[in-house]
């Protein structure tokens, strides 16, 4: 392995911890049950201390479809989680091997598994009600930065190298000598 691709394993394996973690958080539901059913009980016990726009949210759509909400959250933990472990590990063991094309979908995936992590982590920070992520925390025994305030920054950063790579890759399809047309004389 060269030098210059050690950055990407550790972005790489970044990207497998967090679908871990999604995936785990799913699974949990899963495995444990009660967590569609117990949505809107959960939501109105610990929004509380929610305000504004995103308490009439709650109040009038969530809570009030909590069952159906329930499912989506578990649903998309599972795919978000399956999403960035199954794309770092396609690339990490096939990227060579991939077509233009899956690599491309590759990519996509990541993005689409970020952004729906990222939405996700943004719903459960403020519905429960949490301070400003990048505030000193209201008790000694609590962290600094918790873990929904560290996953959006991160998921972020997949969404921009993918974004890049994705570009990265329409530049190259476009550079790239089309099979059966003579190369240019002189080239």
């Known amino acids: 392995m060269t030098a210059n691709r050690w950055p990407l394993v550790g972005l790489l394996l970044v990207q497998i911890v967090l679908g871990y973690e999604w995936l785990m958080s799913g699974l949990t539901k899963i495995v444990r049950g009660g967590f569609p059913s117990g949505l809107a009980d959960e939501l109105t016990e610990k929004s509380e201390g929610v305000g504004g726009w995103y308490k009439s949210f709650l109040d009038d759509i969530v809570i009030p479809n909590g069952e159906v909400f329930g499912y989506l959250v ?24 991939l077509p233009l094309g899956g690599r491309r979908t ?11 992590g990222i939405l996700l982590n943004v719903s459960f920070h403020l519905a429960n009600a949490s301070a400003h992520p990048w505030l000193i925390p209201g008790d000694g025994f609590d962290e600094g930065v ?21 570009r990265s890759l329409r530049s190259e399809a476009r550079t790239a000598p089309v099979l059966g047309r003579p190369k240019p004389h002189g080239a």
Do not use: H, K, N
């Open 146 to 166: 918790d873990l929904d305030s560290v996953m959006p920054a991160l998921q972020a950063v997949l969404i921009v190298v993918s974004v890049a790579g994705l």
């Open 74 to 97: 578990l649903v998309g933990e599972v795919l978000v989680g399956l999403g960035l472990v199954g794309a770092a590990l396609v690339w990490m063991l096939g990227w060579e091997r």
């Open 106 to 116: 590759l990519l996509a995936v990541t993005v689409l598994a970020s952004l729906g």
